[in-house]
């Protein structure tokens, strides 16, 4: 009986492993991304290990691919509160693994973007950092956005990256590895640092 059960293991194992079965699970998850997301580009595809909420508010461009752990939030709603959220990744961008991008306003990615590990991007925070909002745990308090965030094209991302609310970063930017990104910086910058500061203009 044993040698039986092993060999159905090892004939599973390879069957799962196998490219066409790989091949055939990720043609399943796209056509389940061209119908739920507001736009699915060409070539594009999401990773079998992810969580998505609410793709209809996102949009992706051609050519995006992630590596597993990828996590798309549009929060539509929150403790009674109503938003309209927006996420819209460009064309050529590529995300490594456990790559966190969180909106309740709108966060744009442009083209050609590289993404390392660990990434977290987000429009928003719970509360406000009132007196108010501090009466409250902190998983009671209303989400709020300062602005969107922008990350123009051509942008590197390092490794452990935060951006955070109401931050443009400028096309061709270089951002450090664990960068705390929580203000705007132009066009050919290279940043870094808890808060991020310029090290140079390229």
């Known amino acids: 009986m044993n040698f039986f059960k092993k060999h159905i293991v090892n004939f599973l194992f390879d069957v799962l492993n196998s490219n066409a079965y790989k091949i055939h699970q990720q043609n399943k998850l796209n056509e389940w991304a061209k119908k739920s997301f507001k736009k699915f580009g060409a070539n594009s595809a999401i990773p079998e290990d992810h969580w998505i909420k609410n793709p209809k508010y996102i949009s992706i461009g051609k050519n995006f691919s992630s590596l597993y752990h990828l996590r798309l939030e549009a929060w539509d709603r929150f403790q009674g509160e109503i938003f309209t ?13 456990d790559v966190h991008i969180g ?43 300062k602005g969107p965030v922008i990350i123009e094209d051509n942008v590197w991302i390092g490794e452990g990256v935060c951006i955070l609310p109401g931050v443009t970063i ?10 705390v990104v929580n203000k705007s910086f132009p066009e050919n910058s290279v940043i870094a640092g808890i808060p991020a500061r310029l090290i140079k203009t390229l």
């Open 103 to 145: 909106a309740i306003n709108k966060i744009v990615i442009g083209n050609n973007v590289l993404m390392a590990s660990r990434i977290y991007i987000s429009d928003h925070s719970h509360g406000t950092i009132t007196a108010e909002d501090l009466e409250k745990v902190p998983d009671m308090r209303p989400l709020y956005s």
């Open 85 to 97: 959220p927006e996420i819209i990744i460009g064309d050529n961008v590529i995300c490594n693994s």
């Open 170 to 179: 400028g096309k061709n930017s270089i951002i450090g590895a664990n960068a």
